[in-house]
């Protein structure tokens, strides 16, 4: 018979467990085994178990811990933590069908079905694989197909004297056929051969691995005890016929709803028994287990974290690290969030690092902290079709701001003339270039200049930008009044900070030039921060008072919000002739 048993779970563990479910069959215990069916990669997936106080769906609230050994761990490490303790085994009933028939039956069962997150309502049976050309030779009970089937894989029959095909024989093939083709080319014939197949591990006796997200076993009974207790199991099986063994060609599993995980076949809801009726199926009782690997990062954190702390769930992406920025009420477990974050996100994700700092310098670099996984800091990355690379250490980037470049990209003409006046390693600069005439780039950060100069090697543009290593005013001042400089058409100053305090360098900036010469306004693009109730207006105001000018247009564009009431803000407008042609204002 089949049987249901609880294992009491490690008393490490702190997660509540449900309630155990009593089992529709009423006799003593017998010995059972268990059959592996499927075992799925974190890629894909499968589960369940039935608790009406817990919601719909997988959860670490439900189902049973497996006796399995916790890890011994070193109390002076505080990022490690015994993965073993998230191990959850659910029971569920699964109807066992023929494989041509299990698709229509997903179909036509859909609602009855388990569809859990990443859980696949189909279960393969290893072992159980018969190609579908050959299924008509097992069906019938004559000797003509067999005997058919004997030519198609060895090339006769037994009495027959038909040759072998040389199709079904390669490799004999790719060894005797040298005299022409394959002395001289050898990789040919290297080619040509088809591989050993190499010994598969034993699926009963291989150990979970660590890329595997769940686990499903199928219960099976012990045939001689069984039989001495005289076992009457008809009301779990469609057909006598098709008992557990008697089934002829491959089959598949269908996961049943948590909800059927105890029920006979005449307790089943009267539309599944219509879909079975009249065709051969069989209910299969089977365990799942979901690993460390299936749950997800919020799932885990919730776990480890006390009550009432909000689990941190936003972060940004550089390359190969995640950037973090905890809370104060975080710190204490940083190294916990850190390793969940970073098995969550492999094997993209090899560094988790945390801002432990605000930017306080004129470089714009973050203090970090590295949490996780290796201490490089230096890294690639892609975007806009571009290749940067990028030391966070040194040099300030922000991912968060992509689709803002992208804006500003969309703006930029092919006639264009782009002045980035705080580049940085050239993210804007580097884009611009592939899509305007010519680009002058320039940073403070020697580091930045270093990166700028590799990035514009790297994606092809060396020769479409020159890059300076100025003060944000003098940059402006001699690039501007330059003999040798084309006339610049859009400027970018991206330094949210102080950014606006650099416009006083505009003014009387043509003040030198000929009138009479004909010349272009640049069109200005700086950014800000703003915490007023108004911030377009607060940010409108000190432009204005920068530039000592209040008649001009200003377009202002919301870039996001870095912080609770805090603005980042783009302000776009041309610059206006009386402020580039005015004179020299004396600070009083």
């Not at 299990?102 to 069962?109: K, M, N, P, R, T």
């Not at 005797?176 to 006796?205: C, D, H, M, V, W």
Request: hydrophobic share 40%; aromatic share 10%.
């Amino acid at each position: 018979m089949f049987t249901k048993f609880m294992l009491r779970p490690s008393s490490s563990f702190s997660l509540p467990l449900s309630p155990p479910v009593t089992p529709f069959f009423s006799k003593p215990s017998t010995a059972i085994t268990f059959r592996r069916i499927a075992v799925v990669s974190a890629a894909h997936s499968l589960s369940v178990t039935l608790d009406e106080t817990h919601p719909y769906g997988p959860s670490l609230s439900k189902g049973h811990q497996p006796s399995v050994e916790p890890k011994s761990l070193h109390q002076d490490n505080e990022n490690i933590f015994d993965e073993t303790r998230f191990i959850r085994v659910f029971d569920i009933t699964a109807i066992r069908v023929s494989a041509d028939r299990c698709y229509a039956l997903e179909s036509q069962l859909r609602g009855h079905l388990l569809n859990w997150p990443r859980i696949r309502n189909i279960a393969r049976v290893p072992g159980d694989e018969i190609d579908g050309e050959l299924q008509k030779y097992f069906n019938s009970n004559d000797g003509e197909p067999l005997e058919s089937l004997n030519r198609r894989i060895y090339g006769k029959a037994e009495g027959d004297g038909e040759p072998l095909s040389p199709v079904l024989y390669r490799d004999k093939l790719a060894k005797t056929f040298n005299s022409r083709g394959y002395e001289k080319f050898r990789n040919l014939a290297k080619l040509s051969r088809p591989k050993r197949k190499t010994k598969k591990e034993p699926s009963q006796i291989r150990e979970h691995k660590s890329n595997e997200c769940y686990l499903l076993d199928e219960v099976v009974e012990n045939d001689a005890s069984d039989h001495e207790k005289g076992e009457d199991l008809s009301g779990l099986l469609g057909d006598d016929a098709y008992r557990l063994g008697k089934w002829k060609g491959s089959t598949r599993l269908l996961l049943l709803d948590e909800k059927h995980a105890y029920k006979s076949f005449d307790e089943m809801p009267e539309a599944i028994k219509a879909c079975l009726t009249g065709s051969p199926f069989e209910l299969v009782r089977c365990k799942l287990t979901l690993y460390y690997s299936y749950w997800q990062m919020n799932e885990i954190l919730e776990a480890l974290l006390p009550k009432g702390i909000i689990v941190p769930s936003s972060f940004e992406t550089v390359g190969h690290i995640i950037h973090l920025n905890l809370r104060e009420e975080h710190l204490p477990y940083k190294n916990l969030i850190a390793k969940v974050v970073l098995d969550k996100n492999k094997p993209k994700i090899q560094t988790v690092v945390n801002k432990i700092d605000s930017i306080n310098n004129d470089f714009r670099t973050m203090s970090l902290e590295v949490l996780a996984g290796n201490h490089s800091l230096v890294t690639r990355v892609v975007e806009n079709g571009l290749h940067f690379h990028v030391d966070l250490a040194t040099v300030y980037w922000s991912s968060k701001l992509a689709t803002e470049r992208q804006r500003l990209l969309n703006s930029f003409t092919r006639s264009d003339v782009v002045c980035d006046v705080f580049a940085g390693v050239g993210p804007l600069a580097i884009s611009a270039a592939k899509k305007v005439k010519h680009v002058y780039a320039n940073d403070l950060n020697p580091h930045a200049i270093d990166y700028i100069e590799k990035n514009c090697v790297l994606n092809k543009l060396e020769r479409k930008i020159e890059v300076f290593n100025m003060d944000g005013r003098r940059f402006i001042d001699a690039i501007f009044k330059s003999q040798s400089c084309r006339p610049i058409t859009q400027v970018v100053m991206n330094l949210p900070k102080d950014a606006a305090e650099y416009l006083d360098a505009f003014k009387g900036i043509f003040r030198d030039m000929d009138m009479n010469k004909e010349l272009i306004m640049p069109k200005i693009h700086v950014y800000g921060f703003s915490k007023a109730e108004d911030p377009e207006f607060d940010f409108h105001e000190r432009i204005r008072i920068a530039l000592s000018e209040v008649a001009f247009e200003v377009k202002m564009h919301k870039v996001r919000l870095v912080a609770p009431g805090k603005w980042m803000l783009c302000a776009s407008f041309v610059l206006p002739e009386r402020v580039a042609f005015a004179d020299p204002i004396l600070e009083m």
